[in-house]
């Protein structure tokens, strides 16, 4: 394997040319979660040629070991081709249509039979649009404006959510409260405070903020908010957009054991192919139709049939198993390679959408240089965001990408990336 | 071609039993801008099969001539071979990578060479995407918290604009002010009011409702929004979603006679293919890079070289020269069938984008007689929505519309659909 990676420290010509393309006719040059700054600059490459399996090429020819699977949607491998298959059979039928095809029937079925608070589903294209539109439907249902969002949880880009502060004004969050992940009092007193005006409870099935460690629920936690959710008439809303699918075939709530009113899927759900769902149960169907949601691209049948295939493939081959194991193998490889070189490094979070954490390193300086080292050396490990593998990762894949770890974190202690490191 | 057609009043068998199965899994069956009470229940088939060229079929299997191409994103034909081709080089590549493709930047060069006001370009895949981040950047850029909408335009499906009800409360539309179209001094009036507070100007080309005939900007109208933006430091925004690149390859606006400041763009940006666009003037550009923008299948570099391909096409073969003469056949054709049937008939809006009005029918009743005939006998007509004529549209395929049209007249002045109409 060692020789079919880049050499270290990379150029990155190709990337810095287009870059500099990019930054005369787009405002920062790249913008969203792919913005240099949320990486790491001069060493992430900038633009990306090629994906297959669990590898990736960029625009320079350097070849790389996926870790972020397009940030999550690839949870199959780039490129299955099953799922390709099912895609092309209804591309060629035509991409949008002046009515929904029977695939949107479907895929509707399947959720519905699949998980369990689904009794109905609607579709739509990004994340961002479904957690909107929950929101929108509990304050229907409920009649109430107020919700509850976990603190440093993401829940897309809309104006009550974004990350951003650009643009925001005071009313788009003047009934938006935060609680603490595994505080169920902070939850309680928010809900002793305004209890009679919450139409919604937002959580994520574990803790995944950017910058940070993953956390798990604590026992008790997620039964609770649950519990408070019913006794105060709130409608409980799981984004699931994260690992959806990835943790369990059937929903990751099953994972961590409650059960939400509404749930938002994404990402992993077409294995690539845009296409948002949510899901929810009957009590919430007469609002879900009360709330206008449409697009112009809504009736393709293309990513629905895509999703239809990736959600069989997930439950019939255990796909969450095999990439559970492998994140393990992954975690335990990594956990240990530290070790050798004087480290502790814990794996966060699930181990198929892993965060890194370097004991005593809060600024992330460390995290971020033993990742530099890695990317030069081929294995895509990013430091402020969690990871995903796919089941194109084998064996094989792992330990390859565990032996640049040992590299990478041998050079970093040799001073590569440090304060006397001229790159 | 009549002989191609089905027969009158076509069983909706299939239609109807899948939308019974939807009913159990999505609430209302169907939602959004397909919901039955959208158009025609019992008449519009609920279910398309295949679409082809300017026709597409329903799962009875009847062929309809299409005059609504997906709601405006086919462009060029549904299933455009260059297009496709351009698009299945890059999916090739993968379909969701970790960085942009080079794609990106050769696309934002562009749309930024052919459009005027454009010194730099954003990708997003839905028209709210845009709209929605549209008027974030104008808060951004300004300070201000204010947005002058035009009454009865549609700009998406988010709090601040949704034509729907369900959900919304009253901090969503604070700063929501409501002009009328060709009325200046409506306009100025809301400037003089709140002129120190408004952060921007929402406008459309030309005013195209739903259930209303569409009315171009009268002389002066859109140049006097501009100076008072102008003069109140307001930024004009464009939303060019519904018709951008179908009237004029280099926007809408080159149309009518003004400049935006920042425009948006979707439908038929690339003949299906899902992708949304804003671009604006480098004074905002500062302010576009502070508000944050992104989304799950932001790195699709497909969606991007269709809208390359389709882009090139249109200005290559002059294509909105095309559509506009088709359209004017059409609609020369069905006021021509109206008036030997007593009925006086207007296709309102620009030839390429139709809306059709029946003179004294201001509760759409004959319209949709009308419409429902003409649906029946194999031309997809819609009495509520303005249609769109794709590059597909040929000579021979408008003259079976109007022969279909003018079966439709006589079929409603024998009775079909009135009244004593036993359907």
């Given at each position: 394997m060692a020789t079919e990676l880049p050499p270290?420290?990379?150029?990155?010509a190709q990337s810095r040319a287009w870059f500099a393309r990019a930054a005369e006719v787009i405002p920062g040059g790249q913008y969203g979660h792919t913005a240099p700054a949320a990486g790491l600059p001069g060493v992430f490459?900038?633009?990306?040629e090629e994906a297959y399996g669990c590898r990736f090429r960029d625009v320079d020819g350097h070849e790389y070991l996926d870790f972020m699977c397009g940030y999550g949607p690839i949870v199959l491998g780039h490129a299955h081709p099953e799922v390709e298959e099912a895609a092309e059979r209804e591309r060629a039928r035509g991409r949008v249509h002046n009515q929904p095809s029977r695939i949107m029937v479907e895929l509707a079925e399947l959720l519905t039979e699949r998980i369990d608070c689904a009794d109905w589903a609607v579709f739509a294209k990004n994340g961002s649009d479904v957690t909107t539109w929950a929101l929108q439907v509990a304050r229907e249902a409920t009649g109430r404006k107020k919700v509850f969002l976990l603190e440093g949880a993401y829940h897309g880009v809309?104006?009550?959510?974004?990350?951003?502060?650009?643009?925001?004004?005071?009313?788009?969050?003047?009934h938006v409260h935060r609680y603490r992940w595994n505080d169920l009092e902070s939850l309680e007193a928010l809900f002793r405070e305004h209890g009679d005006e919450v139409a919604a409870v937002f959580t994520t099935p574990y803790h995944h903020p950017g910058f940070a460690p993953s956390v798990w629920p604590a026992e008790g936690f997620l039964p609770g908010m649950q519990a408070l959710c019913e006794r105060y008439g709130a409608v409980l809303v799981l984004?699931?957009?994260?690992?959806g699918f990835r943790l369990d075939a059937r929903g990751s709530h099953r994972v961590v054991g409650f059960e939400p009113d509404l749930a938002c899927y994404c990402k992993a759900i077409a294995n690539g192919y845009p296409l948002a769902a949510a899901v929810g149960r009957d009590s919430l169907r007469s609002a879900a139709g009360r709330v206008f949601l449409t697009g112009s691209?809504?009736?393709?049948p293309e990513s629905m049939a895509a999703a239809l295939a990736t959600l069989r493939i997930l439950e019939r081959d255990r796909v969450p198993d095999r990439i559970r194991a492998m994140g393990e193998r992954l975690g335990a490889g990594l956990e240990a390679a530290a070790r050798r070189h004087g480290r502790t490094l814990r794996m966060t979070g699930p181990p198929s959408a892993p965060y890194p954490w370097l004991e005593g390193d809060d600024d992330l300086r460390e995290l971020q240089r033993f990742c530099a080292a890695a990317v030069r050396r081929g294995a895509f490990f990013h430091p402020h965001h969690n990871w995903f593998l796919s089941a194109a990762h084998d064996e094989a894949s792992i330990d390859a990408a565990v032996a640049v770890a040992e590299e990478a974190f041998a050079a970093c202690a040799a001073g590569e990336g440090g304060d006397s490191d001229g790159r």
């Open positions: 270290a420290s990379p150029s990155l490459p900038y633009f990306s809309d104006a009550w959510c974004t990350p951003g502060y650009g643009g925001l004004i005071e009313e788009d969050r003047r984004d699931d957009i994260r690992v691209y809504w009736n393709n």
